[in-house]
């Protein structure tokens, strides 16, 4: 554990979305008192007490990754990491020093079959080693299939999820 607290920070009650709530990313959660946190932090649904802010429990992201600086909200998936970018930011993830760190998850993420996505909304770009690619709008009926060619990843595409289970 890195010891770190949220503060005055409050930008997952933003970029992530809260099915329990019918919250959508990308707008604030009416619980939310920015800067302040959640007013209904002990009655907080599920989705919420599960939810693990990477910048807090990992030491690899250093201080300049805190959400409310960085305007980034790092999480976990089943498959990968996932940078969520303020709506008021869509290019943080660019600035240095994080685009450069972002590649080198990446570059690590390849090896280990581990996907590196950039979140904006609904918008999801999967970042490889050396390239990037813009998937779009993603529904939650929609998942992501990655094409590898000798470890490398080359190609990506969106499909429904039902066309999955056909296969």
């Given at each position: 554990m890195?010891?770190?607290a949220c503060g005055d920070c409050t930008l997952c009650c933003?970029?992530?979305a809260i099915e329990q709530l019918a919250k959508?990313?990308?707008?604030?959660?009416?619980?939310?008192?920015?800067?302040?946190?959640?007013?209904?932090?002990?009655?907080?649904p599920v989705e919420c007490r599960q939810f693990n802010c990477l910048w807090l429990i990992d030491e690899r992201f250093g201080p300049h990754w805190k959400p409310n600086k960085s305007k980034l909200v790092l999480t976990t998936s089943a498959d990968g990491i996932e940078v969520r970018?303020?709506?008021?930011?869509?290019?943080?993830?660019?600035?240095?020093?994080?685009q450069r760190e972002i590649r080198a998850l990446a570059a690590a993420g390849e090896a280990h079959d581990v996907t590196m996505l950039v979140i904006i909304?609904?918008?999801?770009?999967?970042v490889a080693t050396d390239r990037?690619?813009?998937?779009?709008?993603?529904?939650?009926?929609?998942?992501?299939?990655?094409?590898?060619?000798?470890?490398?990843?080359v190609g990506a595409a969106v499909i429904k999820a039902s066309d999955l289970e056909r296969d």
């Open positions: 890195t010891g770190r933003k970029v992530m959508p990313a990308a707008q604030w959660c009416r619980h939310c008192k920015p800067g302040h946190g959640c007013q209904i932090y002990h009655d907080r970018c303020d709506s008021t930011a869509p290019d943080a993830w660019r600035k240095e020093p994080f909304g609904s918008r999801m770009i999967l990037e690619f813009d998937l779009g709008l993603v529904g939650a009926d929609e998942r992501i299939v990655r094409e590898f060619d000798g470890g490398q990843l």
